[in-house]
């Protein structure tokens, strides 16, 4: 196949806007494909596949979602077709759709962000039930028994054998921490107030978890750093824990080409104020630091207005948001593992709190100088489905797309932000980055987010032509085009072609394999055993996600040297 | 040959740790499984081979005359039920997802009669609930709320909830207390520290003085409640509040009973609350080993947990107008798929009879009351025993199902999968 005459956008390998053929054979980039379908993208803007590297798109939160919101399940229905199968959900959707609207949006790669060890067989069925894209799944271990015990007692070996064996157990891609020391608090309904409040139980402070979870992940050279949600997140002033976090890890050094912590769904942890009536942002002092850091990475999670699924392994802040809000409220404890909490709200524009939410995101990516350092997302289903995604690439490239929504918000939003006075423009490079090469980076996916040979074949042709558009104005039709690709090419295959989905390809699941020395690997297998035997409610011997839930998997190895 | 480590195909417990015994293919022993589990695994007389009613009696035939007799009948309905799903794993419930898209059919499962009023309750307000592991290792109070796990779920108490031990719970039974709230006393409440006694149909109002005790509000409270009396009710509450880590854990007995799915709403509503004052987690006890599983199944792959209707052509929930008994009872249906389950034994007579005046097609190992009234029969192997597969225990853990033996029969899911073929291939024809 042969894609002709694109405008084309490819950070990683610099190039930017330059009209070019990309030619694919089996399933690659290639410097000259022989045969072939050509594809005539003459004046059409070219980028590689989106690549996601946060959203909730399955597993038990999800589904959690799926059955106490039936009223969600009613929105976004579309029937069966000869080769579909049906649609239903906006912030839950169910997994066909979910394959479906990433396609139609030109993504070919999505990571769950958040699976517990013990429950990830079921995000592995989901998996394996969502279409076309590519995926992976973070798994949790910022609560976990054997982690806490380790890090409690220095014991970094014998934390990276765990880790090792945990991702095996989970089929899982990176390490995923959420409140460090919180989930475990949680287990009797209590939570940690910052860096250093011990954990109940275990003396050991989140501090000292983030700490031994990254010299591990760094010990194990795994291809993704460590992905936080920090504590204290969702509460005003919690901008502070969110620094502190960043200058407690300084001194840790990345084993690879990456960063050596990526904070997620920023927007959330960027928050001023001593409580809600005098909340405000603090993006201007996280994008400051960051500007002046280049070993941290982050996402926006940007806020949608509108209905949201609010799901987490941050169980305290789920109850908190249910009391609030007098909200429906499912919450969800995992033993020696993890807590959770699904809770169900609408951000709305006049709610002053929100508005700022939402200009909290948008200052956060304009703020930030490199746009390597920080990935568009809205924590689908958190800030907001990631159907939405092309709002978000409008509101960041069109100044004037941002003041006509201000004027629509809360009167508090100029005041309690420096969104309104910000004149900065994405450019398409600059969209292509945040939306393509670095989460691939970021993830450490070497044959993603970009165009080069030997680049895994996933290719976006949008229905608009960068040289003659001017993004700032004419946003309308960008997110026009943006919402429905024009062709999405995914591993060589057509997936969608004018905004239709033509074919159905079953993605691959990434997971990483990383080996340790076998005098660590036993003392943890001597560990597990004294667990299964007493704590947990099944056999080790059940525990571990089979082969059969991950039919089309893409092992990358890691490991200890 | 021992094999370790086997799951259980009969309740919601799912246990894991059952030792089975197998000899020239044949199961021989069983250990670790109570009662109700043993005789599942061990088996008992099968139905031999497909069948259908000719002249009002069920006479053998093949299964390809079966498989294509079922299709005809499925595709000749203008509103065919596919119903049951509790008893067999998640693959067999995928491929019954796609044939009731295929045919514009309704599925359901035997949630409908069961914990079907427990999840329209969730749908209200949410679940606050846990693993079982979580209750083993921490909970320092067990409420039974009209469920009876001592004749239903016989090892509950022993792995996971009262007289289990844990990290926080080393003293098993004596380090907890256990109230019990039913409508008689069951074999749990024999076990239980508080038994509350209620009369018939007034969880609603006991659960609802409960809330106004815990908010602070018990004042206004009459002495006696449905019958009960109001210091008892503080005492539950007071120990509802003071525990560390408190567990509700209900059964039809709150589920079914007036009210329904108010009921749960009500609990789980009193469960949130007690969540400002301490922890407390509340989980449905599900029967059959994996109606959990479907539930999860038809959720990711419709975005609704039962009752789904494909009619529109997409997928349209609304149990009390879709469920089962519904359009059964409606005499809508004109054509039953039943599998893994025995719907005969199970609804109420009038639908019965309403099933009866119409084509039934089932799918099971063992024969049952439905196969009285079925038109084809269809012997399947028995899913967990005869077939691997994945169960969802009654938390929502996912555990994968072993294979002990090999079967003359097909798996449902390949039973599923000849139908689906035959409607496809019947369709083209036409």
């Known amino acids: 196949m042969i ?31 022989k045969t072939g379908d050509v594809i005539d993208a003459k004046g059409l803007l070219v980028m590689p596949g989106g690549v996601d590297a946060h959203a909730h798109i399955a597993g038990a939160k999800v589904n959690t979602g799926r059955i106490m919101r039936p009223e969600d399940g009613r929105r976004g229905l579309e029937p069966k077709t000869k080769l579909l199968r049906p649609s239903t959900g906006y912030t839950v959707p169910n997994c066909y759709a979910m394959g479906y609207r990433y396609a139609r949006l030109g993504y070919t790669t999505t990571f769950e962000a958040a699976t517990p060890i013990i429950e990830s067989r079921h995000t592995h069925e989901e998996l394996e039930e969502i279409p076309i894209i590519d995926k992976g799944a973070l798994t949790l271990f910022g609560n976990n028994w054997e982690v806490l015990e380790c890090a409690r007692d220095g014991d970094i070996d014998k934390l990276a054998a765990y880790i090792s064996w945990g991702l095996r157990a989970s089929r899982g891609y990176g390490v995923k921490v959420v409140n460090p020391g919180g989930g475990e608090a949680w287990g009797f309904g209590g939570n940690v107030t910052g860096l250093d409040d011990p954990v109940p139980d275990f003396d050991v402070t989140p501090r000292e978890i983030i700490r031994s979870l990254m010299k591990a992940n760094e010990m194990l050279r795994l291809p993704h750093s460590v992905h936080l949600h920090t504590n204290n997140l969702g509460k005003p002033g919690n901008y502070a824990t969110t620094l502190e976090t960043l200058k407690a890890v300084e001194d840790i050094a990345s084993s690879m080409d990456r960063q050596v912590l990526h904070i997620t769904h920023m927007q959330f942890s960027a928050y001023g104020g001593t409580g809600w009536r005098d909340f405000e942002s603090k993006a201007p002092e996280i994008a400051d630091y960051f500007n002046k850091h280049d070993q941290f990475t982050m996402d926006m999670g940007q806020l949608i207005f509108g209905s949201a699924t609010t799901m987490t392994a941050d169980a305290p802040l789920e109850y908190a948001n249910a009391r609030l809000l007098h909200a429906k409220w499912s919450n969800h404890d995992i033993e020696l593992e993890e807590s959770s909490g699904v809770v169900p709200l609408s951000y709305g524009r006049k709610m002053p709190i929100n508005a700022i939410q939402w200009a909290i995101g948008l200052e956060l990516a304009l703020l930030t100088e490199s746009p390597w350092k920080i990935l568009m997302t809205t924590d689908h289903p958190n800030g907001g489905p990631f159907v939405n995604y092309p709002e978000v690439m409008t509101l960041l490239m069109s100044k004037p797309k941002r003041d006509e929504e201000i004027a629509t918000l809360h009167s ?88 239709e989905i033509v074919s159905l390809p079953q993605g691959r699941t990434y997971w990483v394999d990383a080996t340790v020395p076998e005098e660590h690997a036993l003392r943890v297998e001597a560990d597990l055993v004294d667990k299964f035997t007493k704590y947990y409610s099944i056999q080790k011997s059940n525990y571990m996600v089979q082969d059969a839930y991950v039919t089309n998997p893409m092992v990358v190895k890691a490991g200890v040297i | 040959m021992i094999i370790e480590d086997v799951l259980c195909p009969f309740c919601g417990c799912l246990c894991d740790d059952i030792k ?30 497909p069948m259908i009613r000719v002249d009002g009696k069920l006479v053998e035939t093949t299964y390809e005359d079966a498989y294509e007799k079922a299709a005809r009948i499925l595709l000749n309905a203008k509103r065919p039920l596919l119903y049951g799903w509790c ?43 846990s693993t079982l592991g979580q209750i083993k290792n921490r909970a320092d109070l067990i409420v039974f709320w009209g469920s009876n796990p001592g004749e239903a779920h016989p090892r509950h108490a022993q792995r996971y909830s009262s007289n289990s031990q844990g990290k926080y719970t080393p003293e098993g039974r004596k380090g907890r207390k256990v109230i019990v709230v039913d409508v008689r006393k069951t074999r749990t409440a024999k076990n239980a520290d508080k038994f509350i006694q209620i009369r018939p149909g007034t969880d609603y109002e006991i659960i609802s003085a409960l809330r106004m005790i815990v908010a602070g509000k018990g004042d206004t409270l009459p002495e006696h409640i449905a019958g009960v009396s109001k210091a008892d009710l503080e005492e539950v509450a007071e120990m509802m509040k003071s525990a560390r880590f408190g567990s509700f854990l209900f059964g039809l007995g709150l589920t079914h009973t007036r009210g329904r799915y108010k009921n749960i709403d009500n609990a789980l509503s009193l469960v949130a609350a007690l969540n400002s004052h301490t922890k407390f987690v509340v ?23 039962m009752s789904v209707d494909f009619s529109r052509g997409m997928p349209y929930f609304n149990p009390g107008e879709t469920a089962a008994c519904d359009v059964l009872g409606r ?69 994968r199902m072993k294979k002990l033996v090999d079967s003359e029969y097909p798996s449902d899911e390949e039973i599923l999968a000849n139908i689906l073929e035959c409607v496809r291939r019947l369709r083209d024809d036409n």
């Open chain 1, 3 to 33: 894609i002709k005459g694109g405008t084309v956008y490819d950070p990683t390998n610099g190039i930017f806007g330059e009209e070019m053929d990309i030619s694919i054979e089996n399933g690659k980039v290639v410097e000259k494909a």
């Open chain 1, 412 to 499: 508090l939003v100029p005041k309690r932000s420096t969104l309104a006075t910000l004149d900065r423009e994405l450019d398409w490079g600059e969209i292509a980055i945040m939306t393509r090469a670095a989460p691939a980076k970021i993830l450490g996916l070497k044959d993603k987010g970009h165009l080069g040979i030997g680049a895994d074949a996933d290719v976006t042709i949008y229905n608009l032509n960068p040289e003659k558009i001017d993004p700032s104005k004419d946003y309308k039709k960008v997110k026009e085009a943006f919402s429905l690709a024009k062709y999405n090419v995914k591993g060589g295959e057509v997936v969608v072609k004018d905004g």
């Open chain 2, 331 to 399: 005499r809508e249906t004109d054509a039953m798929l039943v599998i893994a389950g025995d719907p005969a034994s199970n609804f109420p007579k009038t639908v019965v009879e309403g099933m009866a005046d119409i084509p039934v097609i089932q799918i099971d190992p063992f024969e049952n009351p439905t196969t009285y009234l079925s038109d084809v029969v269809i012997p399947s192997a028995v899913a967990g025993v005869e077939v691997e597969g994945t169960a969802y225990r009654m938390d929502g853990l996912s555990l």
């Open chain 2, 283 to 305: 989980m449905a006890m599900r029967g059959h080993y994996n109606v959990t599983g479907f539930g999860q199944v038809c959720a990711w792959e419709t975005g609704f947990p």
């Open chain 2, 20 to 49: 089975v015994e197998v000899e020239e293919n044949q199961i021989v022993g069983v250990k670790r499984a109570c009662r109700l589990g043993s005789s599942k695994i061990r088996g008992h007389e099968r139905i031999k081979a």
């Open chain 2, 87 to 129: 008893s067999t794993v998640c693959e067999a419930q995928k491929k019954g997802v796609l044939l009731a898209e295929e045919l514009g059919a309704i599925i359901d499962s035997t949630a409908t009669v069961c914990h079907g009023p427990s999840i329209i309750g969730i749908e209200e307000k949410g679940l606050a609930g």
